[in-house]
Every structure is written in C-alpha cells, then in structure tokens.
C-alpha cells in the first residue's frame, strides 16, 4: 500500500480518482489547491503525488518547482486535460515522473503509481548500495563472535531496540547495520549520525530537520535523520555523548513515534526502528546523573556487547586476512603473504584501537613491505610496545595494566607522529575527540611529547 497525494480545485475528479486507489487499496489525502498541497507535502510524507496543471491562482507546474525547491524527490505525475507539448517538456525538465491527459482509465492511474513507486525505492535502494561500497564485512571465525552473531539474528527479525556496548573500533555500526539488513526493514533506508561529531546546538536540527528560517543560517528547509530513516532504521552512535536536553527530546520521539522539525508547530509521524550505541558505561551515567533513566530504559532493550579485539584474537588471522584482499584490491596492489611469525606477533598485540587500528595497521604493514610482511615489518609497523612489554607483564589489577599498557601505546603513537593529534588518532585507528579523551582519562600531556 502507497500513500498518495491527488491535487486537482475539481471535486469531483478528486472524489473519483480516490475511490479507484482507495479500492485498490492504497492511501489517499487530497488537495483542492496548489497551496494546500504545499502544505500537505511540508507537514506529511507521500509515496507519490498527482496534480493537475492547470488550477487558479498557482498552477501545478509552479507547485511542482515549490516541491523541488523544498529538496523533496517524491515521484510528481502531473495529470491535464488542456495538456500542450510545452508544458509536458516544462514538467519534464522540472523531474516530473510522467505527464497524463484526461480522460484516464484506471488501469493506467494504477500502472503508474506502481512504477512511480517501483523506481522510487530502486533509486533509494541503488543510493544505499552506492553508500556501502567499501564498507568492511564482519569477519569472524571465533566461538565468542559465533554467540554474540546468534544474538544479532534473534534480535533483527523483530522491533525491539537494540543498544549496542563495545570499546571504539569494535565494529558497532556493522553491528547495527547487519542487525539492519537482516530485519524486516531491510528495503527501507539505514541511517547513522555520531552524537559525539555533532556540535551540541546543531544536532536537534540533524535529529528533526528544520523549516527555512528557523534560525540564523538556515536558507532552506533541512531534512533531518528520522525522516531520512522512515521505514527504516536510524543507528545513532555514541549515544552517551547526546547532551542531557536532547535526550528528552528523543525520549519523547521514542515515546510518541513523532517529531517537529525546528522552526515548525506540527508534528510529523515517522516509522522508524531505533538502533544505539556507546563505548562509554551507560548504567555509570544513569547512576552518576549524566544520563536520563527513562531514556536509559527506552533505549536498553537487548544489548549486545561487542568485545574488544583482544577478547577475540582467535579472529585475527582471518581479518588481516581479509584486509590485506580489501586493501589490495582498492589500491590495485599484488596481494601479499603474511609470514606466520608476523602473524604471531600480530596475535600477541593488544589492539587498543581494535579492529579499526587493525585494519590501518594492514595498510602500513602493505606499504613497508616487499615480497612479504615479515617480523621486521611487524615491528617497524606497531607502537614498541608489542615486541618490549605487555599488559601482562605490569604490576596491578587487569584495568590498572590496561591503562598503563593504553598510556604507553598512545605515547608512543604520539612521539612518533611528533605530538600530531591528527595524525596519532589515524594511526590509532580513534577518532581525535575520543584521542583527546583517552589522553585526558590517562593524564597524557600531548605538547610534552613534541620533539
């Protein structure tokens, strides 16, 4: 079933065109101006929209130029019975899908909607893919990823919300979007925004979307997150970074299953399966008054608890594996052996950034090598931590190792990169605001290590 919206000032066309899609079984809102369209279009959301060309006061060619200014690319059918060769090119160059003359059949007002709609979600579904060359697989072949990738299928055949814990690099939002293609939503939109990337006044806007106008610098109209996501899945990562005020915004999203995009009074309907993240220990916050309980509840459903690189090294082989195929073959390099004492000492690392420091770590690995990736290579490649000392060899319970071990790498990672934030959180595998976080939790000064 379609939602559609029919624009026409004659009543009685619009009353006969809604009952043959009513009974075929689609949705109808109907429109008897141009301007009340634009105000449908603005508040709703439409699988597809028919006008007719020729009403008073603005026609159906300067509403559908209203709906593309808008940034809107719901299928437009235009629809007249006073139809020229002129207006049908004018509509054409404006991205109407298709121009009928009256009298229409039924059979082809269906038609139309069917392919209208067809090419709609093939155009969405070619973007998703477009979005996806590249990504990462989830590669895994030990008894810990087996468990917790049974979990993942359990829980994406239904609606629940799913918070995903893991350390920074562990692969959440592979998680997220496997839990994603594996759910019913799977031919609706996945979309992902970093509650940690977005600066604190901007991210109601990036959450709802805003009207034109609705504060300084807003130009045009702004569509935000969940409505990109309707019918879809929205993962929202770093969720314990979202700033307390927020988080009583989305609570009451979550609550109420619909949103106001900033600058407007009318609230919008979305249908959309809410996916989160952290790295950070969410109960601590509730408990420490950083985070919101009611949210904490809406959003703590099943957790999924991603485990660090460490925690798995039984996989390791198999991802350096499949990262040097990868890196190789987007940069049209030979593939290159790994020796297995290399591999060894790869296994014998601890990974602080996880999988992402260690598919950087592949890359240089690639580009300091020749015919194979050798010890040397290894040792010429990592922080010297991994051939000197181990977590395992300093004093103290297993956090207090972790932190030294943490402490020694990113100072290493800094000397080496000459106290580059930038460039030490590349290589890391970190993003530079979880760098400046760790340094800080760790009283690591960055200007002491310059040279």
Not at 113 to 142: F, K, P
Request: net charge neutral.
């Amino acid at each position: 079933m379609s939602h559609l919206l029919l624009v026409d000032d004659d009543t009685s066309t619009l009353g006969s065109l809604s009952r043959a899609f009513r009974m075929a079984g689609h949705e109808v809102t109907v429109a008897d101006s141009a301007a009340r369209a634009l105000e449908l279009v603005k508040a709703g959301r439409f699988d597809c929209i028919f006008s007719d060309v020729v009403m008073p006061v603005k026609d159906g060619i300067a509403l559908l130029e209203d709906i593309r200014a808008l940034g809107i690319t719901t299928p437009v059918i235009m629809i007249s019975g006073q139809a020229t060769v002129d207006m049908a090119v004018r509509a054409t160059k404006l991205g109407a899908l298709d121009f009928l003359e009256k009298p229409l059949s039924s059979e082809k007002l269906l038609l139309s909607v069917d392919n209208a709609v067809r090419l709609y979600q093939l155009e969405a579904e070619n973007r998703e893919l477009r979005q996806r060359v590249g990504r990462h697989e989830i590669v895994w072949q030990s008894d810990i990823m087996r468990k917790l990738m049974s979990q993942v299928e359990r829980v994406a055949a239904g609606e629940s919300r799913v918070c995903i814990l893991g350390e920074t690099g562990t692969g959440k939002e592979l998680i997220a979007r496997t839990i994603h293609e594996k759910s019913n939503r799977a031919k609706g939109p996945f979309v992902t925004l970093n509650c940690a990337a977005v600066p604190q006044e901007l991210i109601e806007s990036e959450l709802f979307g805003h009207e034109k106008g609705a504060f300084t610098g807003a130009a045009s109209r702004h569509t935000g997150k969940f409505e990109q996501a309707h019918r879809g899945t929205l993962f929202l990562d770093e969720i314990g970074d979202m700033p307390t005020l927020m988080q009583a915004k989305l609570l009451r999203v979550l609550e109420e299953g619909e949103i106001e995009r900033v600058g407007s009074d009318r609230p919008l309907k979305v249908d959309v399966r809410v996916v989160v993240a952290t790295h950070r220990d969410i109960e601590e916050q509730v408990r420490q008054g950083g985070f919101r309980q009611d949210l904490y509840h809406r959003i703590y459903v099943f957790p999924v608890r991603l485990p660090a690189l460490r925690e798995r090294r039984a996989d390791i082989p198999a991802l350096v594996d499949h990262f040097v195929r990868r890196v190789c073959e987007l940069n049209g390099w030979k593939t290159k052996p790994v020796a297995p004492s290399a591999m060894k000492l790869l296994e014998s690392y601890a990974w602080p950034g996880n999988v992402r420091e260690l598919r950087n770590a592949v890359e240089r690995l690639l580009l300091l090598s020749d015919a194979e990736v050798d010890d040397e290579t290894v040792r010429m490649a990592l922080p010297p931590t991994v051939d000197r000392k181990t977590a395992a060899a300093v004093s103290g319970t297993l956090s207090s190792r972790m932190d030294a071990f943490e402490r020694e790498t990113i100072e290493a990672e800094l000397r080496a990169h000459q106290g580059n934030m930038t460039e030490a959180a590349r290589a890391l595998g970190l993003e530079r605001s979880h760098l400046y976080k760790k340094c800080s939790q760790l009283n690591i000064d960055p200007q002491k290590l310059r040279p």
